[in-house]
């Protein structure tokens, strides 16, 4: 089992910065794919990002390239979403989720474990 601690989130001013962390732990062994999704409320969540461990490759949504950057430590099990020039429209609730599935890597479906979320709102 995963367990998915995220941290980070907070309220900022718009044009500000933070960087979300997601502290991965347990039977991470099988993990394809590890994403950042946001939800605004009533909505379904969005991905925003993905990345593979132990690789570089990444996946954003595309009007998000450029503010927005994932990366992994794999040392301390952690991938972080960089958020810059934020923006009102980036306030949502943001979660990170583990899949040991292959497929679309922004469809919530492929993935089995999440996060309890973090608040992050822009003003």
């Known amino acids: 089992h995963v367990q998915l601690v995220e941290s980070g989130g907070g309220s900022v001013q718009a044009g500000g910065s933070l960087t979300l962390s997601c502290e991965v732990s347990g039977t991470i062994d099988g993990t394809n794919c590890i994403g950042w999704f946001r939800q605004y409320p009533g909505k379904e969540r969005e991905g925003v990002a993905a990345?593979?461990?132990?690789?570089?490759?990444?996946h954003y949504i595309e009007y998000l390239k450029g503010r927005f950057t994932i990366s992994q430590d794999n040392a301390e099990n952690t991938v972080y979403l960089q958020m810059n020039n934020l923006e009102s429209k980036d306030t949502a609730m943001y979660y990170c989720?583990?899949?040991?599935?292959?497929?679309?890597?922004?469809?919530?479906?492929?993935?089995?474990?999440w996060g309890q979320g973090t608040q992050v709102t822009v003003s």
């Open positions: 989720a583990t899949s040991v599935r292959w497929g679309p890597w922004n469809s919530p479906d492929l993935y089995n474990n």
């Open positions: 990345v593979i461990p132990d690789s570089p490759i990444t």
